[in-house]
Nanobody
């Protein structure tokens, strides 16, 4: 069992930056695929970024070049550095950890980007 707790969300002006953190407990997610999804009001949850245990990272086209996902194995934490934020990035951001059939979610953190 893995518990995930996100932090770092908030209100920021367009063009600004935020860094989200997702701390894992209960089990090391060193071998997991960890990443971020987001859900804007009235829309479905969508993929943002992922980090594979071998080092591969993937990004949604909408955030490429602006967001960076990273992981600190020692701290069992995954980060999402978000730069050049846009109003359309406004959403609840969820941390996700996957290993085979096991999928875990955090409770989400709100990111609001004002124009």
């Amino acid at each position: 069992q893995v518990q995930l707790v996100e932090s770092g969300g908030g209100l920021v002006q367009a063009g600004g930056s935020l860094r989200l953190s997702c701390a894992g407990s209960g089990r090391s997610f060193a071998g997991y695929i960890v990443g971020w999804f987001r859900q804007a009001a009235g829309k479905e949850r969508e993929f943002v970024a992922s980090s594979w245990s071998g080092g591969t990272v993937n990004y949604a086209d909408s955030v490429k070049g602006r967001f960076t996902v990273s992981r600190d194995i020692a701290k069992n934490t995954v980060y999402l550095q978000m730069n050049s934020l846009k109003p359309e990035d406004t959403a609840v951001y969820y941390c996700n950890a996957r290993l085979g059939a096991y999928v875990y979610w955090g409770q989400g953190t709100q990111v609001t980007v004002s124009s």
